[in-house]
């Protein structure tokens, strides 16, 4: 099983709003990713979870608050964002960092109004 | 930052018609993936080729570690090919950076 599960599949929310975007993996991979892919633009990486310790950041608006509660779960929280923030978010994994096939989800649209 | 260019940026493709697309990177890496981005935003695995040659299929892949570029085959295209192609690449573990890709249209 390759699966990479991301709920919800579509979300539209106000900039006041708090939400929450829900990966999972039962592929028994200790490293969890998220990404940022706007329309017509490759996938940007936002945060790179190693067995559950985040270990890259890529200077990410503190409005995005990763959480990895266990090795097969990482949750994306979302409070005020902005318009700007609307986009594909992807959640992917692989077996460790660095030297190995990443997997990823279907994704979350998330659009901000 | 690893830089990575990918060539040509649109293709544009009969049924049954051969392509070769090119992932250009800036440094020596240990990851190098090529996925497949269909039109509701899924990216499927197609290889990971870090070096060597590999073939699935249709598709097949070569990366040359040494001159800093992969390619990816597609022989006999089909209109279910069409969507973006990405390589990605890691130079030990500092990041995972994608190319701009490639978006294939296959036309029956």
């Known amino acids: 099983d390759t699966e990479v599960t991301q709920t919800p599949k579509h979300l539209v929310m106000g900039m006041t709003n708090k939400k929450s975007l829900k990966c999972e993996q039962h592929?028994?991979?200790?490293?969890m990713y998220w990404y940022k892919q706007k329309a017509k633009k490759p996938p940007e990486l936002m945060f790179v979870?190693?067995?559950?310790?985040?270990?890259i950041n890529e200077s990410v608006p503190s409005r995005f608050s990763p959480e990895c509660p266990n090795s097969s779960l990482l949750n994306l929280h979302l409070h005020a964002l902005q318009p700007e923030d609307s986009a594909l978010y992807l959640c992917?994994?692989?077996?460790?960092?660095?030297?190995?096939?990443?997997?990823f989800g279907p994704g979350t649209r998330l659009l901000v109004l | 930052g690893i830089q990575v260019e990918q060539s040509p940026p649109d293709l544009i493709l009969q049924e049954g018609a051969n392509s070769t697309l090119r992932c250009n990177f800036s440094?020596?890496?240990?990851?190098l993936q090529w996925f497949h981005q269909n039109p509701w935003g899924q990216l499927i695995n197609l290889f990971y080729?870090?070096?060597g040659t590999k073939q699935n299929g249709r598709l097949s892949a070569t990366t040359v570690a040494t001159e800093r570029y992969s390619l990816l085959y597609i022989s006999s295209s089909q209109t279910t090919d069409s969507g973006v192609y990405f390589c990605?690449?890691?130079?030990?573990?500092?990041?995972?950076?994608f190319g701009p890709g490639t978006r294939l249209s296959v036309l029956p």
């Open positions: 992917a994994s692989s077996q460790e960092r660095g030297r190995q096939t990443q997997y």
């Open positions: 592929m028994g991979h200790r490293a």
């Open positions: 979870y190693s067995y559950e310790k985040l270990s």
């Open positions: 440094d020596s890496v240990n990851n």
């Open positions: 080729i870090p070096s």
């Open positions: 990605a690449v890691d130079n030990y573990g500092q990041n995972f950076v």
